[in-house]
């Protein structure tokens, strides 16, 4: 009975971590944000420096082990007659979950308990650029929503001619993209609320894009592995604030919404029009998202001034991830994010907390 207890013990080291952590977030900022996060990355890096994405191939010895040895317990216990066999392979990989989880949290996770980014927290010296002014204009205090999108929707329109001007001079090739992130984190860096001081990484390929695609997944932070990784396959116009938005995960932001403002304020501050447009199509997309569910009423009129191309890229990008919404596999994975977001990541809103990056863009325009 005891061994069997013990199997319990990291869900109940973890329960309670989460537990003080939330209740405490000024220790996750002093002591974990500040210092061991830092320490834990400045010495295990070796993972990073592996040109092939490590943390799919782990998930994928991790899946089998559990289905392989799940299936092999239950023709033992057919056999045998009993359940000992199964119940012992369940409770097995219930203990490998529950010290997972707790390596998780003391890897990275714990910083869900942050404490959170408020307004006040971005630097006004972030927007004295031409680009950030242009960004700011958009979100001042007095616009409302729908004139913000509005704003939006004018830099996107001036921004696509650059954008395809200067494939002359800069590569899109989703590798390109990805190698020239740190330089523009390295930029953007004293502009970015509660930083941490740590390397920034290059983000990888994820690889077997189509199989990700179907789960809806664009990219991941690995902490097992301290990998960024991203999925090249997604729509041109995603793929640099997507891999900004892994790459702020890597820099201590766990919560979703900070991690699109991160990744926004990243791109507005690039000198690459590539990357600006990539922030201002994203600040777009979860600009007209709030204004429809809001007043669906002032969404068209607002959509209809979109330039045709801008337009093209939106509902390209809109169509690409509808046709692999609806399958059971997709359901089965956005579920599956939700409910992580919600339990293990103690964001309320799961899912829909990415969105709540429109609250923090205008809040950043506030000041």
């Known amino acids: 009975m005891i061994p069997y207890m013990l199997g319990l013990l990291p ?14 977030p000024s220790w996750v900022d002093a002591l974990f944000a500040e210092r061991w996060y830092p320490f834990l ?10 040109a092939i994405p490590v943390a799919p191939i782990l998930v994928a010895f991790a899946a089998a082990w559990c289905v392989i040895g799940l299936i ?85 329109n001036w921004l696509y001619p ?45 690889g077997f894009d189509a199989f990700f695609s179907s789960l809806l997944i664009e990219g991941l932070y690995s902490p097992f592995t301290f990998e960024t990784l991203v999925n090249t ?11 900004c938005h892994e790459t702020a995960h890597a820099l201590g932001y766990a919560r979703e ?4 403002l991160v990744a926004a304020i990243v791109c507005a501050e ?22 429809a569910s809001r007043d669906i009423g002032a969404y068209w009129p607002v959509f209809d001034q979109m330039d ?12 690409y991830w509808r046709q692999r919404q609806e399958t059971p596999l997709a359901k089965l994975a956005a579920r599956a994010n939700d409910l992580f977001l919600m339990k293990a990541g103690g964001e309320a809103d799961g899912a829909q907390s990415y969105g709540n990056v429109v609250e923090l863009l205008r809040g950043w325009g506030k000041e």
């Open 11 to 24: 869900w109940l080291i973890a329960a309670l971590g989460v537990k003080i952590a939330r209740a405490n």
């Open 41 to 50: 990355v400045k010495n295990i890096t070796i993972m990073r420096n592996v």
């Open 72 to 156: 092999a317990a239950a023709a033992r216990s057919l056999k045998s007659g009993g359940y000992g066999p199964i119940l012992k392979a369940i409770y097995r990989r219930a203990a490998a979950a529950g010290c997972a989880y707790l390596l998780l949290y003391a890897l990275w996770g714990a910083q869900y308990s942050r404490s959170p980014i408020s307004p006040s927290a971005v630097s006004p010296g972030a927007r004295d650029t031409a680009v950030s002014a242009m960004a700011s204009a958009a979100l001042s205090a007095d616009n409302s929503l729908a004139r913000q999108c509005e704003e939006w929707i004018r830099q996107a």
């Open 162 to 206: 650059l954008v395809r001007a200067s494939s002359v001079n800069r590569s899109k090739a989703p590798e390109d993209i990805l190698a020239r992130v740190p330089s523009n984190f390295e930029r953007a860096r004293s502009a970015l609320p509660h930083a941490i001081n740590v390397p920034i990484p290059t983000p990888k390929p994820l």
């Open 233 to 243: 396959s997604i729509p041109e116009i995603d793929l640099p604030f997507v891999a």
């Open 257 to 260: 919404e900070e991690a699109n």
């Open 270 to 291: 690039s000198p690459d029009p590539v990357f600006r447009y990539s922030g201002v199509m994203s600040s777009l997309r979860y600009g007209l998202s709030a204004l």
């Open 308 to 319: 045709g191309n801008v337009r093209a890229d939106f509902i390209n990008r809109q169509q």
